[in-house]
């Protein structure tokens, strides 16, 4: 397998196929011997500085919930450059993760060295900026549509099981999907609203903390699961009527005034933490939309379908601190860029609510599932 090179702004060279180690017919023999032996005095300082950089990617790995999950790729992508075998990487990347706020699975490590073995251009998740620059000059419908197609393109096939079977925390069916997601994304003492859409936010009602929503929700599934299998279905629309909906990002559970002037627990003013923009579309299907996300390399930490015709992309919002930040860094420049690529631009404020995993949506026959779960957010 060809190694790639990784510069220091972690852009990958692939080598010129064409330019293997056939001797050049132009030259002589007496210069193709030299230049050979050049190129084995050159290889040694060449392996040096691969492994050098190997080095320095392992003793700046981030601590868990400070950026580990999205650093985790590069440092296998110089561990493969580097010329270390699959077993080695592993070992290495294992032994130099710091304490943090969870602990790695070795899933998710070998994961990782993985996707790095079998494409080392794989790249990190981009960021808003970076996107935003690529498509702020679009003019056009037309532009646009053919910009998504190529994002789409880029992205390839994802199918829905096959990217909860990636996800690097575990989803699968020992639990119900909104208790991964609460134990993932917050802290215990985080306050979360969760309910619909209609709701006043009430503070030990429809708002509640991380810890308390995980325990009452593990209780009322316990709950069902004793009853008779016959009466579950009920029990399962009964749930999903009162709690399809959560607010990603926490509250302050302060009363503050919205938009209409009402006091209100819930509202934007209400955010204590800008943890999350929602990205949604109408105008795709399911399989296209997991596409775009992939193909746009932002960081998803949750990717939930709806039970309907959208998946909801949680994407991490970075140096966003009040509301003037979010104002300046989502609703006018990162929701512009995704509106013109045909993204719903009503998800920009920041107490938008998302479809609650977990619940069964009795008017689509389908259940809101968790697709991808990923803390520090990660290119799905």
Known sequence: ?????????????????????????????????????????????????????????????????????????????????????????????????????????????????????????????????????????????????????????????????ELSQRSPVLIDGSEPHMIPLLRTLYSPDNLIFIGRRTDPGVVGDSIRTAAEWIAFFQEKFEMVMRMPEATRGACYESLAEEFPHIMPNPLSGLQEKSKTGKKTFRGDACISDFRFAVGEFDVLSVDKQLSFWRGLGLPVCAAIHSGGKSVHAWLRVDGVKNAKDWERIVENGFFPMLGSVGADTSCKNESRLSRLPGMFRTEKNQWQRLLWLCPEGGAL
Do not use: W
């Open 1 to 161: 397998m060809s190694r790639e090179r990784v510069d220091q702004a972690g852009l990958e060279h692939r080598p010129d196929p064409e330019a293997e180690t056939e001797p050049d017919k132009n030259i002589s023999y007496d210069e193709q011997e030299s230049k050979q032996g050049s190129s084995k005095r050159n290889s040694a300082p060449n392996a040096e500085r691969l492994q050098k950089k190997y080095q320095a990617a392992l003793r700046n790995i981030p601590a868990p919930g400070r950026g580990c999950h999205p650093k985790l790729l590069g440092v296998a992508n110089l561990g493969v450059n580097a010329g270390h075998d699959r077993q080695q990487i592993f070992d290495h990347i294992r032994a130099s993760i710091p304490p943090g706020s969870r602990v790695v699975p070795d899933a998710e490590i070998m994961q990782a060295v993985d996707k790095a073995l079998e494409d080392p251009a794989a790249k990190p998740p981009r960021t808003p900026k970076q996107i935003s620059r690529i498509v702020r000059k679009l003019k056009s419908p037309e532009t646009a549509q053919a910009v998504r197609q190529i994002i789409i393109d880029r992205g390839g096939t994802v199918e829905p099981n």
